[in-house]
């Protein structure tokens, strides 16, 4: 999951840094790009307790966000996170291809690296601490059936998604709303983390496909021993 400035320091007892959105708000790309394509709902789905959103507040963007995470610890967190803003919903569910119940596996790091997937022993030895503990059974919906409570008619949407190699399910399930999409942020794994889980080549292609262009990445989850990125993330935007 994205972690952000106020886990930074968690983080880093793993090896890792991860600086999705450094110090120089509200002038950071993603930021910049925000506003200059006019987004006006951001869909952050993989949510965890809330870091991305707090920190689209903190460089600028005054949009509505809905946040999804299915882990109900982490939800309870995220929804007193967002109490306090009114154009900030969280809702508990994750998103794929099927809507039902599906057993997520939660990591030990706080659960930032809880996915859908079984993880894959790369990612276990570059950060032990993210190993699984448990599994908890989550409502799984498709995001095209959620879509009309979401985004109004007109409305610019942007999707970011934070889903541990569950990225192609999540967007089969979004079907033709893609296309309602002014861009993504998907992170992307650069080697394979999670069994089945979509690479970069794969997510660029198929964003290529729909007409997003790459506009930005930012660096992610590297493997402190050697210094190997194994995650980044793009944002992308139709032209």
Not at 3 to 13: G, T, Y
Not at 17 to 39: N, S, T
Request: one cysteine or more; hydrophobic letters at 40%; a neutral charge.
């Amino acid at each position: 999951m994205t972690l952000l400035h106020s886990a930074r320091s968690a983080v880093r007892r793993l090896g890792l840094d991860v600086a999705r959105y450094p110090d120089d708000c509200p002038d950071h790309p993603v930021a910049r790009l925000l506003r200059h394509h006019g987004v006006d709902v951001v869909l952050d789905v993989g949510a965890h307790t809330g870091h991305y959103a707090s920190r689209l507040r903190v460089c600028g963007y005054r949009g509505r966000i809905t946040s999804f995470e299915p882990i109900g610890e982490l939800h309870r967190q995220l929804l007193r996170r967002a109490a306090g803003d009114p154009r900030w919903n969280a809702v508990r569910c994750a998103l794929g291809e099927r809507p039902g119940t599906a057993a997520i596996n939660v990591a030990g790091n706080a659960g930032a690296s809880s996915s859908l997937l079984p993880m894959l022993g790369l990612h276990a030895e570059a950060a032990p601490e993210s190993a699984y503990v448990r599994t908890e059974d989550v409502e799984v919906q498709r995001l095209d059936a959620l879509w009309p409570n979401l985004v109004a008619e007109g409305e610019r949407a942007f999707l970011k998604l934070d889903v541990q190699g569950f990225e192609r399910q999540v967007l089969a399930g979004a079907g033709e709303r893609i296309a309602d999409c002014a861009g993504l942020q998907l992170e992307m794994s650069l080697v394979p983390l999670y069994a089945g889980g979509m690479l970069y080549r794969e997510a660029l292609d198929w964003a290529r496909d729909r007409g997003f262009a790459l506009m930005h990445v930012l660096p992610g989850f590297s493997d402190g021993r050697t210094g190997r990125m194994y995650q980044c993330d793009a944002v992308l935007f139709r032209e």
